[in-house]
């Protein structure tokens, strides 16, 4: 045993290691390569007939709900709170949806990820009141126990309230929050409702962990206009509208969960949407589309990863071939002593005529 | 007792002793022999060589006058300034034996007057301290010392602007984490360092002496201790500063002082008492004077002084001052005067360390540095500029923005104003993407390039290939900062004595009025049993011992026949500054003469005298007793031409030339006596080296005091030269014929070049193949081409040969060959390296020390191609790993308003650099071998890829960066239009982001990893799952708000699909072009690495002796 231990000490500060030399041999790039191939080419392949499969209705609204005496002022009326912002519209299924269909609201050039609304960094020095727009824009603290409902201070100016003089927090504060997305959409299909579920469509963990039970919304958007509302007799880990908005998407156009339709609908028939057009998205020039989509394990319509993995795979193919062809072509033995520099030298323009016989690029690479 | 002093002879083998010409050599009076005086030559001329002894196998090196003072001894001065130019080299002997001690530069010490002393000049005491720190100023020293680095301070600056609060875009603790890391780390390993450093001093500053107080000797702790005092010492202590001899107990004034812990040699050497203070004894007759000497300095073979003493003025020099550190032996005990205490001792000034240096490699990358901050500047400005642009468009709709709040409409007043305004806006957007990008400059490289290094300097100094079991001496790596250059040398500059042989002085042969002894045949067996003396019913017999020439052998012992023989011996035994010892052996009547002395030449004659019966037993100042051929004899010393001499050596100006008078005065009239031939063996493996190095494109340098002839003949043995060399000789004598040899050396060695560059095209390629010209010029020559228009002539013919072989230099021309390298070739950093057998001085003053020359090749050849290999790919790998995160952030930033906003979590962030890619890439750097050492070293032509700076260059970067730029698209815009239009939040796939860029990097790294052990495996591997665990914790707390995320994306295959496409996507330009390269363009690395897996090397290596063919050096 100890004669092993020496050993191995004196292997190892010899560098003389047990070690395992991979060498890039032609059988083990084409092998690799086909590999990599056969693997790639069938899941683009499967990925793309899974976001075929996907039926997807799409149908971008906040310009057509605003009636057209508004039309060169959109924001009087989507600020004026004697307007009508109820909306109908009308969508063709235009394949059979197999239940669950999912309803989302999509937003774009809406930065969610502003650094200014997305902030979570906890503290605040002197120069904060000279220059206040650093302001945080929401408390986690705050969202997950009654006990934090004070910790406000990085959600200025949405963060407190006066009462009698006293500094109450507004719960949930921030400007995520405050940003909170409220239109409303009522689904109906030959006049009969369809109903939308709304349990469920936030994280279980969000739920249980995040959002606290014992917190309660206090003095949320009052007085805005076409601001969102929220239930005050509904703890936070219940509104899951809001907890889906407060998880902040990752890119300007995004998509949330707005509820789920559990019946399924099929190919062409009409379904009647009345939009309750309250989200002032006209000030930013955000657009706002309602989606009706089923999905696959792959997730939505998206064909991009499935033409990726084509790609890909393609290219590997592709590789292996011209690959093969060019060992045959000019096949190089492995470890051959002629090709090293100082053997070579003699006969350097010959290895230079043959570079450009086969190809300049070949010759470009080989440069490098 | 009016004694009489010897004159000295510095040691030939003294490094940075002044040259002085005076061979003055001992003369003696014979009292009971009728002997009349003996002018003894022997030994010391080298301009007669016996050219009768044979040159070979081996070298016989005739006992040179003029001091080979060894090349890394020569660069030590380069801590000087002005000494190190090529012009100046040459001047400095001059100016410094002329130099005159000024008042302003002088240290006035009053001997045995402490108070007077100190009392003008504060001197410093006597306590040492090496520790940096107390307690107290630990805390505020040790960070102003760790932010001298640029790193810390560029950190430093990066963290201060995230704490402003317009700029926060990481958390204060997340900012400033991996600068407190770093810090502390630095902190405990300094701390660490520094307690030890005190334990040993206090135990130092508490050692006991014994001083004169009150003119009473008292024990005196060693801190205590003043200038200006007198200590006594006695045999076997250690000296506890530097101190000037006043009397010893040899009545002469003799001390013997052994250096080994100054220099690392163990011989003795002697010191002196000045005559004029022999006599006096400080505890009872008042002794006053005053010394004036030179400030304290780092030279400990050079002191200048002067006392006056008695009205009198007599001079000090190196001779007289016994260094702190050094051992009493031989002396009961000795008597000085402190002049240099505590920290102003020379043991302590030369405790300095080597200084640091930057490696060629290192100073390339900072080329490309700059580089990335200019990427840096780049993104940040397309970034602020995209924001004004951004905000400009919208400026009319800010107020109604939520996130501007340049009007709260909620309430119907305008209460916050968030806007800072359009030019400051863009400004802070500015500074804020500096802090995000931060990490393009590889700020952790150059924290892991001195972990690499320190692992490469583990693994070199416990190479059991380079252990000198001979001398016990592991290899030593001094320098930490410059292992890659070892794998980049093009010149290789030896000194012949000590580097080539082995320093251990044979006497071989002799010449004896004029009749040679040389062919006789040695008897090695039958004789060697050598002589020995026989003292009171003892046997005195030499340590070492000698083949000896039966003949003349006989001839000595035969009384009138062999007169001269005897006489020769005779001064053998005696004219040498050798002290023999004796040494107990388990034998009670036997005991050991060891002959110990500075110089190894006179070692060896005193030990050839003893073997023809001339058995040196006692030696002091004043008598010499020599036991001839069984009878005893006692010689006194004689005082000889005293009056002149001490004029000479106690004169401050032009000291140099009156010993010259001095010498000249009696140097004449001389009979030659004989000639003595001493043998200094080549060291094992020395021809095999040089032609390794040779093959390996290095150029060759050997200086050597030798004549032409014997060099070129020692060039033949040694391998540097071979029959197929076209030789060019330059030995002129004026600065016309000079010019005029060069220029036809300059248009022959093109000529040649032609002719061999018709054949091949990649002229300058390889080296070992381009030109074997072989560069012959002797030291005249160099005379008239050093410090002149010449030297560009020079360095172009040198630049073209592929060895040069200087021969007749003196030691200051050394200097300046080196310094005419250095000042041509701008990119050529002198890296120092030692050979054991040279004496420790020199090992003092290198960068790297070993025992052996041929340890050189597993060294450059082995090692420093490993170095090179693994730091430039490090290097590269450092800016791409970077690059590509910085990269992935900045794609999103054009996503986000250029808001700056992080979709990846400030944690991953921070610890992206520091735990999450930083192992792999470090263990790589120290475990990774590109080839296996057999192939190295046998086909030496391998190491021109480090020459060629085939591993890191600026294409290499260029490429790097492109690939770089692909990767990062792959990484990002993959999940991007992957969930494009989806419900993803943005922790989710900043998470995505994290786990796909840290494994792209990761198998990246693992894509071009050599060998590979379990340790590659389990970092690589590991860091990966490391990666995995830490975000999988950061989701796990739901303070943040990525609260669970992973665990959500973890479960829809897109996420893995994601994963998978980009860790292949990204790498196939990366593989398909390393790929075609290998396979159509190899290198010859890779080419060897083919035939080292394949087994095929035989024949590899039969291809490769064909076009190197070694011819056998002609004999002569």
Same mark, same amino acid.
Request: hydrophobic fraction near 40%; proline fraction near 4%.
């Given at each position: 045993?100890?004669?092993?231990?020496?050993?191995?000490?004196?292997?190892?500060?010899?560098?003389?290691?047990?070690?395992?030399?991979?060498?890039?041999?032609?059988?083990?790039?084409?092998?690799?390569?086909?590999?990599?191939?056969?693997?790639?080419?069938?899941i683009?392949?499967?990925?793309?007939?899974?976001?075929?499969?996907?039926?997807?209705?799409? #149908?971008?609204?906040d310009?057509?709900?605003?009636?057209?005496?508004?039309?060169? #002022?959109?924001?009087?009326?989507?600020?004026?709170?004697?307007?009508?912002k109820?909306?109908?519209?009308?969508?063709?299924?235009?394949?059979?949806?197999?239940?669950?269909?999912?309803?989302?609201?999509?937003?774009?050039?809406?930065?969610?990820?502003?650094?200014?609304?997305?902030?979570?960094?906890?503290? %605040?020095?002197?120069?904060?009141?000279?220059?206040?727009?650093?302001s945080?824009?929401? %408390?986690?603290?705050?969202?997950?126990?009654?006990?934090?409902?004070?910790?406000?201070? #990085?959600?200025?100016?949405?963060?407190?309230?006066?009462?009698?003089?006293?500094?109450?927090?507004?719960?949930?504060?921030?400007?995520?929050?405050?940003?909170?997305?409220?239109?409303?959409?009522?689904?109906?299909?030959?006049?009969?409702?369809?109903?939308?579920?709304?349990?469920?469509?936030?994280?279980?963990?969000?739920?249980?962990?995040?959002?606290?039970?014992?917190?309660?919304?206090?003095?949320?958007?009052?007085?805005?206009?076409?601001?969102?509302?929220?239930?005050?007799?509904?703890?936070?880990?219940?509104?899951?509208?809001?907890?889906?908005?407060?998880?902040t998407?990752?890119?300007?156009?995004?998509?949330?969960?707005?509820?789920?339709?559990?019946?399924?609908?099929?190919?062409?028939?009409?379904?009647?949407?009345?939009?309750?057009?309250?989200?002032?998205?006209?000030?930013?020039?955000?657009?706002?589309?309602?989606?009706?989509?089923?999905?696959?394990?792959?997730?939505?319509?998206?064909?991009?990863?499935g033409?990726?993995?084509?790609?890909?795979?393609?290219?590997?193919?592709?590789?292996?071939?011209?690959?093969?062809?060019?060992?045959?072509?000019?096949?190089?033995?492995?470890?051959?002593?002629?090709?090293? %520099?100082?053997?070579?030298?003699?006969?350097?323009?010959?290895?230079?005529?043959?570079?450009?016989?086969?190809?300049d690029?070949?010759?470009?690479?080989?440069?490098? | 007792?009016?004694? *009489?002093?010897?004159?000295?002879?510095?040691?030939?083998r003294?490094?940075?002793?002044?040259?002085? @010409?005076?061979?003055?050599?001992?003369?003696?009076?014979?009292?009971?022999?009728?002997?009349?005086?003996?002018?003894?030559?022997?030994?010391?001329?080298?301009?007669?060589?016996?050219?009768?002894?044979?040159?070979?196998?081996?070298?016989?090196s005739?006992?040179?006058?003029s001091?080979?003072?060894?090349?890394?001894s020569?660069?030590?001065?380069?801590?000087?300034?002005?000494?190190?130019?090529?012009r100046?080299?040459?001047?400095?002997?001059?100016?410094?034996?002329?130099?005159?001690?000024?008042?302003?530069?002088?240290?006035?010490?009053?001997?045995?007057?402490?108070?007077?002393?100190?009392?003008?000049?504060?001197?410093?005491?006597?306590?040492?301290?090496?520790?940096?720190?107390?307690?107290?100023?630990?805390?505020?020293?040790?960070?102003?010392?760790q932010?001298?680095?640029?790193?810390?301070?560029?950190?430093?600056?990066?963290?201060?602007?995230?704490?402003?609060?317009?700029?926060?875009?990481?958390g204060?603790?997340?900012?400033?984490?991996?600068?407190?890391?770093?810090?502390?780390?630095?902190?405990?390993?300094?701390?660490?360092?520094?307690?030890?450093?005190?334990?040993?001093?206090?135990?130092?500053?508490?050692?006991?002496?014994?001083?004169?107080?009150?003119?009473?000797?008292?024990?005196?702790?060693?801190?205590?201790?003043?200038?200006?005092?007198?200590?006594?010492?006695?045999?076997?202590?250690?000296?506890?500063c530097?101190?000037?001899?006043?009397?010893?107990?040899?009545?002469?004034?003799?001390?013997?002082i052994?250096?080994?812990?100054?220099?690392?040699?163990?011989?003795?050497?002697?010191?002196?008492?000045?005559?004029?203070?022999?006599?006096?004894? @400080?505890?009872?007759?008042?002794?006053?004077?005053?010394?004036?000497?030179?400030?304290?300095?780092?030279?400990?073979?050079?002191?200048?002084?002067?006392?006056?003493?008695?009205?009198?003025?007599?001079?000090?020099?190196?001779?007289?001052?016994?260094?702190?550190? +050094?051992?009493?032996?031989?002396?009961?005990?000795?008597?000085?005067?402190?002049?240099?205490?505590?920290?102003?001792?020379?043991?302590?000034?030369?405790?300095?360390?080597?200084?640091?240096?930057?490696?060629?490699?290192?100073?390339?990358?900072?080329?490309?540095?700059?580089?990335?901050?200019?990427?840096?500047?780049?993104?940040?400005?397309?970034?602020?500029?995209?924001?004004?642009?951004?905000?400009?468009?919208?400026?009319?709709?800010?107020?109604?923005?939520?996130?501007?709040?340049?009007?709260?409409?909620?309430?119907?007043?305008?209460?916050?104003?968030?806007?800072?305004?359009?030019g400051?806006?863009?400004?802070?957007?500015?500074?804020?993407?500096?802090?995000?990008?931060?990490?393009?400059?590889?700020?952790?490289?150059?924290?892991?390039?001195?972990?690499?290094?320190?692992?490469?300097?583990?693994?070199?100094?416990?190479?059991?290939?380079?252990?000198?079991?001979?001398?016990?001496?592991?290899?030593?790596?001094?320098?930490?900062?410059? *292992?890659?250059?070892?794998?980049?040398?093009?010149?290789?500059?030896?000194?012949?004595?000590?580097?080539?042989?082995?320093?251990?002085?044979?006497?071989?042969?002799?010449?004896?009025?004029?009749?040679?002894?040389?062919?006789?045949?040695?008897?090695?067996?039958?004789?060697?049993?050598?002589?020995?003396?026989?003292?009171?019913?003892?046997?005195?017999?030499?340590?070492?011992?000698?083949?000896?020439?039966?003949?003349?052998?006989?001839?000595?012992?035969?009384?009138?026949?062999?007169?001269?023989?005897?006489?020769?011996?005779?001064?053998?035994?005696?004219?040498?500054?050798?002290?023999?010892?004796?040494?107990e052996?388990?034998?009670?009547?036997?005991?050991?003469?060891?002959?110990?002395?500075?110089?190894?030449?006179?070692?060896a004659?005193?030990?050839?005298?003893?073997?023809?019966?001339?058995?040196?037993i006692?030696?002091?100042?004043?008598?010499?007793?020599?036991?001839?051929?069984?009878?005893?004899?006692?010689? *006194?010393?004689? /005082?000889?031409?005293?009056?002149?001499?001490?004029?000479?050596?106690?004169?401050?100006?032009?000291r140099?030339?009156?010993?010259?008078?001095?010498?000249?005065?009696?140097?004449?009239?001389?009979?030659?006596?004989?000639?003595?031939?001493?043998?200094?063996?080549?060291?094992?493996?020395?021809?095999?080296?040089?032609?390794?190095?040779?093959?390996?494109?290095?150029?060759?340098?050997?200086?050597?005091?030798?004549?032409?002839?014997?060099?070129?003949s020692?060039?033949?043995?040694?391998?540097?030269?071979?029959?197929?060399?076209?030789?060019?000789?330059?030995?002129?004598?004026?600065?016309?014929?000079?010019?005029?040899?060069?220029?036809?050396?300059?248009?022959?060695?093109?000529?040649?070049?032609?002719?061999?560059?018709?054949?091949?095209?990649?002229?300058?390629?390889?080296?070992?193949?381009?030109?074997?010209?072989?560069?012959?010029?002797?030291?005249?020559?160099?005379?008239?081409?050093?410090?002149?228009?010449?030297?560009?002539?020079?360095?172009?013919?040198?630049?073209?040969?592929?060895?040069?072989?200087? +021969?007749?230099?003196?030691?200051?021309?050394?200097?300046?060959?080196?310094?005419?390298?250095?000042?041509?070739d701008?990119?050529?950093?002198?890296?120092?390296?030692?050979?054991?057998?040279?004496?420790?001085?020199?090992?003092?003053?290198?960068?790297?020390?070993?025992?052996?020359?041929?340890?050189?090749?597993?060294?450059?050849?082995?090692? /420093?191609?490993?170095?090179?290999?693994r730091?430039?790919?490090?290097?590269?790998?450092?800016?791409?790993?970077?690059?590509?995160?910085?990269?992935?952030?900045f !794609?999103?930033?054009?996503?986000?308003?250029?808001?700056?906003?992080?979709?990846?979590?400030?944690?991953?962030?921070?610890?992206?650099?520091?735990?999450?890619t930083?192992?792999?890439?470090?263990?790589?750097g120290?475990?990774?071998?590109?080839?296996?050492?057999?192939?190295?070293?046998?086909? @030496?032509?391998?190491?021109?890829?480090?020459?060629?700076?085939?591993?890191?260059?600026?294409?290499?970067?260029?490429?790097?960066?492109?690939?770089?730029?692909?990767?990062?698209?792959?990484?990002?815009?993959?999940?991007?239009?992957?969930?494009?239009?989806?419900?993803?939040?943005?922790?989710?796939?900043?998470?995505? !982001?994290?786990?796909?860029?840290?494994?792209?990097?990761?198998?990246?790294?693992?894509?071009?990893?050599?060998? !590979?052990?379990?340790?590659?495996?389990a970092?690589?591997?590991?860091?990966i799952?490391?990666? +995995?665990?830490?975000?999988?914790?950061?989701?796990?707390?739901?303070?943040?708000?990525?609260?669970?995320?992973?665990?959500?994306?973890?479960?829809? /295959?897109?996420f893995?699909?994601?994963?998978?496409?980009?860790?292949? /996507?990204?790498?196939?330009?990366?593989?398909?072009?390393k790929?075609?390269?290998?396979?159509?363009?190899?290198?010859d690395?890779q080419i060897?690495?083919?035939?080292?897996?394949?087994?095929?090397?035989?024949?590899?290596?039969?291809?490769?002796?064909?076009?190197? @063919?070694?011819?056998?050096?002609?004999?002569?």
């Amino acid at each position: 045993m100890s004669l092993l231990v020496v050993t191995s000490n004196s292997r190892f500060t010899q560098q003389e290691l047990p070690a395992c030399k991979p060498i890039l041999t032609p059988g083990w790039v084409i092998t690799a390569f086909i590999f990599i191939g056969i693997i790639f080419i069938p899941i683009g392949l499967a990925s793309l007939f899974a976001s075929e499969n996907v039926v997807e209705i799409a #149908d971008r609204y906040d310009e057509d709900c605003v009636p057209s005496i508004y039309a060169s #002022d959109m924001l009087a009326y989507i600020r004026s709170s004697q307007t009508n912002k109820s909306c109908t519209k009308s969508l063709t299924v235009p394949k059979k949806m197999k239940n669950p269909i999912y309803v989302y609201y999509q937003l774009d050039n809406f930065y969610q990820n502003h650094r200014r609304l997305w902030e979570e960094v906890e503290f %605040s020095l002197l120069l904060v009141s000279v220059f206040p727009d650093m302001s945080k824009s929401r %408390s986690d603290k705050q969202l997950r126990s009654k006990a934090n409902e004070f910790e406000t201070k #990085d959600c200025s100016p949405e963060a407190t309230f006066l009462v009698s003089n006293k500094e109450m927090p507004i719960v949930p504060c921030g400007l995520i929050a405050w940003s909170m997305f409220n239109d409303t959409y009522g689904f109906s299909l030959n006049d009969k409702a369809i109903q939308v579920n709304k349990k469920g469509i936030a994280w279980k963990s969000d739920r249980e962990y995040k959002f606290g039970s014992d917190v309660y919304p206090k003095k949320f958007q009052s007085g805005v206009i076409g601001g969102a509302k929220l239930d005050e007799n509904i703890p936070l880990s219940q509104q899951e509208d809001l907890i889906v908005w407060m998880r902040t998407a990752a890119l300007p156009k995004f998509r949330k969960l707005y509820g789920k339709i559990e019946v399924d609908l099929e190919a062409n028939e009409k379904i009647t949407v009345v939009i309750q057009n309250n989200y002032n998205t006209y000030s930013f020039g955000g657009k706002k589309t309602l989606i009706l989509s089923t999905t696959s394990w792959i997730g939505g319509k998206n064909d991009f990863l499935g033409i990726a993995y084509l790609t890909f795979g393609g290219l590997c193919l592709f590789m292996v071939i011209s690959f093969i062809f060019l060992y045959v072509v000019r096949p190089r033995p492995l470890g051959d002593p002629s090709y090293l %520099s100082w053997n070579r030298n003699p006969d350097g323009l010959f290895a230079q005529l043959r570079c450009r016989f086969l190809s300049d690029i070949l010759c470009a690479m080989e440069e490098f | 007792m009016d004694s *009489n002093r010897p004159l000295l002879i510095p040691s030939p083998r003294t490094p940075a002793t002044q040259d002085l @010409p005076y061979n003055t050599p001992d003369l003696l009076k014979p009292l009971s022999s009728s002997n009349p005086i003996i002018p003894a030559v022997s030994s010391m001329d080298s301009t007669n060589p016996i050219d009768n002894c044979p040159p070979l196998p081996h070298i016989t090196s005739f006992n040179s006058s003029s001091s080979l003072q060894n090349l890394s001894s020569i660069q030590s001065k380069a801590s000087v300034p002005m000494r190190y130019g090529s012009r100046g080299a040459d001047s400095e002997a001059l100016s410094i034996s002329q130099k005159e001690i000024n008042d302003e530069d002088a240290r006035l010490i009053h001997v045995n007057d402490a108070g007077k002393t100190n009392d003008k000049f504060e001197f410093a005491g006597n306590s040492i301290r090496t520790g940096k720190y107390s307690i107290l100023t630990f805390f505020p020293r040790n960070l102003f010392e760790q932010f001298h680095r640029v790193a810390y301070i560029y950190f430093l600056v990066i963290a201060v602007l995230n704490q402003l609060p317009q700029l926060a875009v990481f958390g204060r603790a997340a900012s400033i984490l991996p600068l407190a890391f770093v810090l502390l780390v630095t902190a405990v390993k300094d701390a660490y360092e520094d307690w030890r450093r005190h334990q040993s001093d206090r135990i130092e500053n508490n050692r006991l002496a014994t001083v004169l107080v009150n003119d009473q000797y008292q024990q005196k702790k060693w801190k205590d201790i003043r200038v200006g005092e007198i200590i006594k010492i006695s045999a076997s202590e250690t000296i506890p500063c530097d101190m000037v001899l006043l009397s010893t107990s040899d009545p002469t004034g003799v001390a013997y002082i052994q250096t080994i812990n100054l220099d690392g040699e163990s011989n003795l050497k002697t010191r002196y008492a000045k005559q004029e203070t022999l006599s006096k004894i @400080p505890d009872k007759d008042k002794i006053t004077g005053l010394i004036k000497c030179e400030k304290p300095n780092r030279n400990i073979y050079g002191f200048q002084a002067n006392m006056e003493i008695d009205e009198k003025r007599v001079s000090l020099g190196p001779s007289n001052i016994i260094l702190r550190g +050094c051992e009493i032996k031989n002396t009961s005990w000795v008597v000085g005067v402190a002049v240099y205490a505590g920290q102003e001792t020379k043991a302590m000034l030369n405790n300095s360390g080597a200084p640091s240096k930057r490696s060629r490699l290192e100073t390339r990358m900072n080329r490309e540095i700059i580089l990335l901050s200019l990427f840096l500047v780049a993104l940040c400005t397309v970034v602020s500029i995209c924001a004004g642009v951004w905000l400009r468009r919208y400026k009319d709709e800010l107020d109604y923005l939520p996130f501007f709040r340049k009007a709260d409409f909620s309430e119907g007043e305008k209460d916050t104003y968030n806007y800072s305004g359009w030019g400051l806006e863009i400004f802070f957007i500015f500074l804020m993407s500096v802090i995000v990008f931060q990490i393009m400059i590889p700020i952790s490289l150059y924290i892991s390039m001195e972990l690499v290094r320190v692992g490469q300097a583990y693994f070199m100094i416990r190479d059991t290939r380079m252990y000198d079991e001979a001398s016990d001496s592991r290899f030593q790596c001094r320098a930490l900062n410059i *292992n890659e250059d070892l794998g980049q040398i093009k010149y290789v500059f030896s000194d012949k004595t000590g580097t080539l042989t082995e320093n251990k002085m044979e006497f071989q042969c002799a010449s004896i009025w004029g009749v040679d002894y040389s062919d006789g045949k040695t008897n090695a067996q039958g004789e060697q049993a050598g002589y020995s003396a026989q003292v009171d019913r003892q046997v005195l017999r030499p340590k070492m011992k000698v083949k000896v020439d039966p003949e003349l052998l006989r001839l000595s012992k035969s009384g009138k026949e062999g007169k001269h023989v005897h006489d020769f011996f005779l001064a053998l035994a005696a004219c040498n500054t050798i002290v023999p010892l004796v040494v107990e052996t388990s034998e009670p009547t036997l005991r050991l003469l060891d002959y110990q002395g500075e110089s190894p030449d006179e070692q060896a004659l005193v030990y050839a005298a003893a073997a023809y019966g001339f058995v040196l037993i006692e030696r002091t100042s004043g008598h010499i007793v020599i036991d001839v051929q069984g009878e005893r004899h006692r010689y *006194n010393v004689l /005082g000889f031409a005293r009056s002149s001499y001490e004029t000479a050596s106690t004169a401050l100006i032009g000291r140099a030339a009156l010993l010259r008078k001095v010498a000249s005065y009696v140097e004449t009239n001389l009979n030659i006596l004989g000639a003595s031939g001493i043998e200094d063996k080549l060291q094992q493996g020395v021809p095999e080296a040089i032609e390794s190095l040779r093959m390996a494109g290095i150029k060759v340098w050997v200086l050597t005091g030798d004549k032409q002839e014997t060099a070129i003949s020692i060039g033949y043995s040694s391998r540097l030269l071979t029959g197929k060399m076209t030789q060019i000789i330059i030995n002129n004598n004026s600065k016309e014929s000079c010019k005029k040899s060069l220029e036809d050396a300059l248009i022959m060695s093109k000529k040649l070049m032609t002719v061999s560059g018709a054949a091949n095209k990649t002229e300058g390629s390889s080296g070992a193949s381009v030109s074997s010209v072989a560069l012959i010029i002797d030291g005249t020559s160099l005379v008239y081409i050093l410090d002149t228009e010449l030297e560009d002539k020079l360095f172009q013919l040198a630049s073209k040969c592929s060895v040069v072989l200087c +021969c007749r230099v003196a030691p200051l021309q050394k200097a300046g060959i080196v310094a005419l390298i250095k000042k041509q070739d701008r990119r050529y950093d002198p890296c120092h390296w030692g050979c054991g057998q040279e004496g420790r001085q020199a090992v003092m003053a290198s960068d790297f020390a070993m025992g052996q020359f041929r340890f050189l090749v597993p060294l450059l050849l082995v090692h /420093g191609h490993w170095n090179y290999q693994r730091m430039g790919y490090m290097i590269l790998y450092n800016f791409y790993r970077n690059a590509v995160f910085v990269l992935v952030l900045f !794609w999103y930033v054009l996503f986000t308003c250029f808001t700056l906003t992080t979709a990846i979590t400030e944690w991953s962030s921070v610890l992206y650099s520091v735990l999450y890619t930083s192992l792999p890439t470090i263990i790589v750097g120290i475990l990774d071998k590109d080839l296996g050492r057999t192939s190295l070293l046998k086909y @030496p032509q391998l190491y021109g890829a480090g020459q060629r700076e085939e591993i890191y260059n600026a294409k290499l970067f260029w490429l790097t960066i492109m690939d770089t730029l692909w990767q990062s698209i792959v990484a990002f815009f993959l999940p991007l239009l992957a969930y494009w239009e989806s419900t993803i939040d943005g922790s989710s796939i900043g998470d995505l !982001w994290t786990l796909a860029v840290v494994i792209l990097v990761n198998v990246h790294l693992a894509m071009d990893v050599i060998r !590979w052990t379990w340790i590659t495996h389990a970092s690589i591997w590991g860091s990966i799952i490391a990666t +995995c665990i830490c975000v999988i914790v950061i989701d796990a707390m739901p303070m943040f708000s990525g609260y669970w995320a992973i665990f959500h994306l973890a479960k829809t /295959g897109l996420f893995w699909l994601c994963l998978i496409g980009i860790s292949v /996507g990204a790498m196939i330009p990366r593989f398909v072009v390393k790929l075609f390269v290998q396979y159509y363009r190899p290198s010859d690395i890779q080419i060897a690495r083919e035939a080292e897996k394949f087994g095929n090397f035989r024949e590899f290596g039969g291809a490769e002796i064909e076009m190197n @063919p070694i011819f056998d050096p002609p004999r002569r």
